[in-house]
């Protein structure tokens, strides 16, 4: 019998809170994507037991429901026809999703899509610069030599250019021309400029807009009135940022409204000619000067004990809240400016403590799942990756979160007294040994944070006595007979997982977007093999089937948790460039209602690749009568042309 698409909009509708609760609607192969006004108006129950509909989950702000290929687009049509609404894009859709956000959120999103892509070229450099440093010092000779130039000048290059690569990767997240974004970015330190760093040490008048007495050049554009300092911006970031964002704003715009056949030539000579004119003679000179400003109240506060003090305690609420990326702006201007990064300490002993109280949880905790989640945790918390203590470990108990706040505050107080740097940034915990230049004053700083965040741990924080009485009860269980397993292995994230290969090459599903990785050792089947017809049809997405050799899903990719499950069996992963996951364990297992599955993350969490996502029973599953078969699914892949999916698409 055909699908009444009329029926199936009107129930969709009718459940969602009517047209007034929809901001904005559209659909792509499989799915409608509705940003909803007030989510609690929502049947989700209702909606899923809608003939038509095949299952439906949040992402990004977004409601989608599943209805398939072919049909989707017919529903979608009535559903406009009730509501009235105009036809959207999924660009539309997810530019409402965004605008949802709160204010903060939207403001401070951009500046963590800018600097995440540049940190290795960053890391890479900084970690290069220790070493040089550390070789100079260490042989007085080789200081002289040209190899210590030619490694000096390799080293140096990512910060001496640092405006160039700011501006490319500005321009990706503002929808822009990058290679006009890095005509911008290299404008701004070409060779005819006064260098940036040494404007400082150049004798001029004082004045806002820099009246010179004729040492640093000017140009007089607008006659006497407003000259223009002929000075380049190595070092800043900001007037990059702001420069490329107006850049994108002139582009787009330019291209909405030139014709076509003149495109190709007007369009990128405007833009780049307006960009930089407003570049040199406006934004430069402001941002220039407020983010000195900036800088220079950062370098107080980090200098001051009891602001670096301050700034140990709510490092790791900006973890928790995805924030903490905005520090990458004042870390970069420390390094440009005076080359070393002061801002490192805080984030180092505010890392290591959340490792020291997840520590104290592994070793102090009978409940072996406690133990399972917490020990490899926290050696990632060791090397600087404080997500899984944080949302596995540490905030679910509170108690050691707080202790951990504890040894962040004496830890970042210590580095404020001796005033520690580093020679890069993104780099925290024991691998910050490689940029830190007080290697014993660093040792010390760590053993304040993680030690007092131990101790203080290992003295409050008392297990859950559910926790203990699950424990005892396991003791009494016969031991199961061991069967074979495969060598731990570490995943991207520096942890040690012990039953799922997460290295580098075990890929299962790759595309234009990325790569996602195993989740859990087991046999992989392509998604057309699942024992569900859902899932089998590609209605989803497409993807694999594992059969399961453990009982732990990991994170395959880094991301966002975009929902979980009432009943624990499933997660969806919004992941890089928009990838949208979905991991549901076992076949009809919702049935079980949560029976036998323990999530260890919630929606919103931030997660890194090997991150444990939840744990399930294997023979409870089987008893109640349903393969365990871990379905993992770009449920967006009709998004993409490239998707290929199966067994170590890498190795």
């Excluded at 016969?478 to 570490?490: F, Q, T, Y």
């Amino acid at each position: 019998m055909a699908l009444d698409y009329r029926k199936c909009a009107q129930e969709i509708v009718d459940h969602i809170g009517g047209r007034e609760n929809v901001a904005q609607a559209a659909h792509c192969a499989t799915r409608l994507r509705l940003v909803i006004k007030d989510n609690d108006k929502v049947d989700k129950k209702y909606i899923e037991d809608v003939e038509g509909v095949k299952g439906l989950f949040e992402s990004n702000g977004q409601l989608q429901i599943i209805i398939g290929t072919g049909t989707v687009n017919k529903v979608y049509d009535e559903f406009l026809s009730i509501t009235g609404m105009s036809e959207a894009t999924k660009d539309d859709v997810k530019a409402a999703a965004a605008a949802k956000q709160p204010l903060w959120k939207r403001l401070l999103k951009p500046i963590g899509d800018v600097f995440v892509p540049i940190l290795p070229a960053i890391v890479a450099s900084g970690l290069m610069m220790g070493l040089v440093e550390a070789l100079g010092k260490a042989i007085p000779s080789f200081s002289g030599s040209d190899w210590y130039a030619f490694l000096d000048m390799i080293a140096n290059t990512a910060f001496a250019f640092l405006p160039v690569i700011v501006a490319i990767s500005a321009s990706r997240v503002f929808g822009g021309n990058i290679f006009l974004g890095a005509v911008v970015g290299l404008s701004m330190v070409h060779t005819n400029l006064l260098n940036g760093w040494n404007v400082a040490n150049t004798e001029a008048i004082n004045s806002f807009f820099g009246v010179t007495d004729g040492v640093i050049p000017s140009w007089h554009l607008f006659g006497p009135i407003l000259p223009i300092r002929q000075t380049g911006y190595q070092g800043h970031v900001i007037p990059v940022i702001i420069a490329v964002y107006l850049m994108c704003k002139i582009e787009n715009w330019l291209h909405k409204h030139v014709p076509e056949m003149l495109d190709l030539f007007i369009v990128p000579l405007c833009t780049v000619l307006s960009t930089c004119l407003l570049t040199f003679t406006i934004i430069g000179p402001i941002f220039a000067q407020l983010e000195t400003w900036v800088l220079q109240g950062a370098e107080l506060l980090v200098h001051n004990p009891l602001g670096a003090a301050v700034m140990g305690a709510l490092y790791p609420w900006t973890v928790v809240m995805g924030l903490h990326h905005m520090y990458n702006v004042i870390e970069a201007g420390m390094l440009g400016s005076v080359g070393l990064n002061t801002w490192m300490p805080i984030a180092s002993a505010a890392n290591f403590a959340q490792f020291g109280a997840c520590l104290a949880v592994g070793l102090k905790a009978k409940n072996n799942k406690t133990k399972v989640v917490a020990v490899p945790s926290s050696l990632s918390a060791a090397l600087g990756i404080t997500e899984p203590a944080i949302f596995g470990v540490n905030l679910r108990f509170f108690k050691p979160f707080i202790c951990a706040m504890v040894g962040g505050i004496a830890g970042s107080f210590f580095g404020a007294i001796t005033g520690i740097g580093a020679t890069a940034y993104g780099v925290t915990g024991i691998p910050g040994y490689l940029t830190i230049d007080k290697p014993l004053q660093y040792t010390i700083l760590l053993a304040i944070s993680g030690g007092i965040a131990f101790a203080l741990t290992w003295t409050l924080w008392k297990e859950p006595e559910a926790d203990v009485q699950k424990a005892k009860e396991s003791e009494k269980k016969p031991a199961e007979p061991a069967s074979p397993a495969a060598a731990p292995e570490k995943s991207a994230a520096g942890q040690v997982v012990d039953d799922v290969p997460l290295g580098l090459g075990n890929v299962i599903i790759t595309s234009s977007a990325g790569d996602i990785m195993k989740p859990i050792n087991g046999t992989v089947i392509p998604y057309t093999k699942i024992q569900d017809e859902t899932f089998a049809s590609g209605a989803l997405g497409q993807g694999v089937g594992i059969e399961p050799e453990g009982e732990i899903v990991y994170a395959p990719v880094e991301g966002v948790i975009s929902s979980v499950a009432g009943t624990n069996h499933a997660v969806g992963i919004t992941g890089p460039n928009d990838q949208e996951l979905l991991i549901h364990v076992g076949v009809d297992t919702v049935m079980m209602n949560g029976d036998g599955f323990t999530t260890y993350v919630k929606e919103g969490d931030s997660v890194k690749v090997g991150q444990p996502l939840l744990k399930f029973d294997s023979a409870k599953i089987r008893a109640a009568g349903h393969p365990d078969t871990v379905v993992v699914l770009l449920t967006n892949s009709d998004d993409y042309e490239d998707v290929r999916y199966g067994e170590n698409l890498k190795k």
